[in-house]
């Protein structure tokens, strides 16, 4: 398939007043056309840092180093007024509070009209109608009245919906979702991840998904990447890391998720907490709280290595795992 992002050695650094924080080091990974992949891991693992950083969207302090190619374009580094030209356009991100990326003074019919003015040239009439059949296209009930409704008009499943049409309006090759689902009741998260497969198969759009739940992902993206620390533990085929997890924190993951099959009275979370970027342990990061862990991972930091069939882990240990204790 073809490649629509390359991602190579990036990193992604902070300046602290005494300091300086390495929230992302060594990602690497391709992104096929209409494929959609799943970074998952804890609250501070890097995984928004990432994407934002190839969207040229860090904090001032931050910096982001290597390549994010998309066809002969490299993103990381871009000036703004060059970078502007592609987002919205090529890639396009959607954020967790669509509260905070809508403009709360503008009819929703505005903020998406203006898109299609800017990137591709529709006059102020044809970009409220093209708007308003996005608006329906992605499951919004009257959508007349909703794109003549201000943001807070509107509930949080709709807001959401919204920032999809926007996204989508330009039909971008690559679309970054960042814990889209995550202020959403259960419903409108299944609705979310229904439309989020119905649009991409439709447009032949990429998905990269971003989230820290594991029950997002199953049944909608065909890829996965583990995050910890800062750093890319586990990747390959979404089936594969769900029902043979090669990592101890990806194992983890999954035992500390729901799961209706099994009717567990309580669940099994990871014990300890993720660590500092800032003071990151010795050797692999995830050895304080791995069950696995021996001499070596307190003194060396596995690389990523590929274990064959499309599948790559940072890990030393090689035997079989059940959760809680070496198998």
Do not use: W
């Not at 970054?176 to 998260?189: G, N, S």
């Not at 390959?236 to 009275?265: E, Q």
């Amino acid at each position: 398939m073809k490649q629509v992002l390359s991602v190579q050695d990036m990193s992604v650094t902070f300046e602290l007043h005494e300091s300086e924080v390495h929230a992302v080091r060594e990602m690497n990974f391709n992104l096929s056309e209409g494929e959609t992949m799943a970074v998952v891991g804890e609250s501070g693992s890097g995984k928004s840092q990432a994407f934002l950083a190839i969207m040229g969207l860090l904090a001032k302090n931050g910096r982001a180093g290597g390549r994010a190619m998309m066809g002969d374009i490299n993103l990381i580094g871009m000036p703004a007024n060059e970078l502007d030209r592609h987002r919205g356009k090529d890639i396009a991100m959607i954020f967790q509070d669509p509260m905070t990326s809508l403009n709360p003074t503008l009819k929703v019919k505005t903020q998406l009209s203006e898109v299609l003015v800017k990137h591709r040239g529709f006059d102020k009439a044809q970009a409220v109608k093209t708007s308003i059949e996005m608006l329906e296209r992605v499951g919004i009930p009257e959508p007349v009245k909703r794109a003549n409704a201000y943001p807070h008009e509107l509930s949080g499943g709709m807001r959401q919906r919204v920032m999809i049409a926007m996204a989508l309006l330009c039909q971008p090759k690559i679309l970054i979702a960042d814990e889209p689902t995550t202020a959403l009741d259960v419903t409108v998260q299944a609705q979310m991840l229904d439309l989020f497969k119905t649009l991409t198969n439709d447009f032949g759009t990429s998905l990269v998904l971003i989230t820290h739940d594991l029950g997002v992902v199953a049944g909608v993206a065909d890829r996965m990447m583990v995050m910890y620390g800062g750093r890319a533990v586990e990747k390959g085929v979404t089936d594969d890391l769900f029902y043979d997890p090669r990592h101890p924190y990806t194992l983890g993951l999954l035992h500390s998720t729901p799961h209706i099959a099994k009717r567990a009275k309580r669940l099994d979370p990871i014990q300890g907490m993720p660590p500092s970027l800032e003071h990151l342990p010795k050797g692999c990061s995830f050895n304080p709280r791995c069950a696995f862990a021996f001499d070596r991972c307190l003194i060396e930091r596995p690389p990523l290595i590929d274990t064959g069939n499309g599948r790559e882990k940072a890990c030393f240990y090689e035997g079989p795992m059940a959760y809680g204790k070496v198998a």
